[in-house]
C-alpha cells in the first residue's frame, strides 16, 4: 500500500524471488545485476544455478524492485533472456547488501 503525504510517498517494501532461463551463465548477468541492484538502493543476493539458469532474491522499494525485474527481463548486452519467473513476498530487510553467491 503506498500513502501519500504531502508531495512524498512512502516507500512499500517488498521482496521478490526471481528465476533467469536462456543464455544467462558466463555474459556478466550476475555482476550487471549488483550493479542495476545498488544503483537502485535494492539488497539481495543473486547465484547460477546448475541447469544453466540464474536465481536471485532482492528486497527493496516496490519500484526499485520492478526496475531491476523490467531489466532482467533483457540483462546485459550478451544475454539471451528466454523466460523469467517472478514470486512476490514480504519484505524481510534481512540483506545489507546486494551479494554475488558462488
Not at 54 to 64: F, L, P, S
Request: proline residues 2%; contains cysteine.
Amino acid at each position: 500500500m503506498v500513502c501519500r503525504v504531502g508531495r512524498r510517498h512512502m516507500e512499500e517494501k517488498a521482496r521478490a524471488y526471481l528465476r533467469i532461463y536462456g543464455r544467462v551463465q558466463g555474459v556478466f548477468f550476475r555482476s550487471s545485476m549488483r550493479e542495476v541492484a545498488r544503483k537502485y538502493g535494492v539488497t539481495g543476493w543473486v547465484r547460477n544455478l546448475r541447469d544453466g539458469s540464474v536465481e536471485a532474491v532482492i528486497e527493496g522499494d516496490r519500484h526499485a524492485l520492478e526496475r531491476i525485474i523490467e531489466w532482467a527481463h533483457r540483462g546485459p548486452p550478451l544475454a539471451r533472456v528466454d523466460d523469467l519467473k517472478v514470486r512476490w513476498g514480504e519484505y524481510k530487510g534481512e540483506f545489507e547488501d546486494f551479494s554475488i553467491l558462488r
